[in-house]
């Protein structure tokens, strides 16, 4: 009877601290009344390297570059700092993993593949756009080049994570750093077009007979 007792004790024990102990690393999130900062807080003896990316609305910046920083042992590091917009319910949602990890994601990104790291560059009169998956506005956009034989250059920014640093890499000077870039990034001719609201309108009022 004894030994039962002992064994259910020590159940309990290990449920107890499995409850009570903290992941390895973690992301904090401390909401301020002008801005919300993401900590990554390491609880371990060992640096560790974090890795967020956010994806959100409602907010002044782009939320969606992913970042990566060293976390030193049993301290806590600021990730991103996002500044809500007035007026608006902002929303997020985030990727965040470390050390171990990283691996697998830059598996996933494309690393070590050939074409991870040889992009062609950007032909000034190519049209070319930049999308994802389960987007319906690049959908729509693509259906339509498609039905009316226009030729375009496609880019997966998930598919492959140096395509996603490429699409900025052409943002950059042409898209206020404080600006949320919203899918289809349509380029050509040195003009950058995003954020659009109403893709018919847009499709109607682009120039397509150049192609």
Known sequence: MKH????????????????????????IEDKQPKRWMLYAQNNTNEEQEAFLMVRGEGFRRS?????IKKVPSNSKVL???????????????????????LQTIEQRKGANREEYVNIRPLKADELTIFLE?????????????????IKYRRLDI?????????????????VPKSDV???????????????????????????????
């Open 158 to 174: 998930k598919k492959n994570g140096k395509v996603f640093d490429f699409m900025w890499e052409h943002l950059d000077g042409k």
């Open 79 to 101: 990730m991103i700092t996002l500044i809500p917009l007035k007026g608006i319910t902002p929303t997020y949602e985030t990727i965040f993993t470390f050390e171990n990890q």
């Open 133 to 149: 998956e389960d987007c319906e506005k690049c959908d729509y956009l693509v259906d339509y080049l498609n039905k009316n034989h």
């Open 4 to 27: 039962y007792k002992l064994v259910i004790l020590f159940l309990f024990y290990a449920f107890a601290k499995a409850q009570t102990t903290p992941p390895a690393v973690e992301l």
């Open 181 to 211: 870039v919203r899918l289809p990034v349509i380029m050509e001719n040195n003009n950058v077009y995003h954020n659009i609201v109403n893709m018919t309108r847009f499709i109607d009022t682009y120039n397509w007979t150049k192609k």
């Open 63 to 67: 939320a969606d570059r992913p970042v």
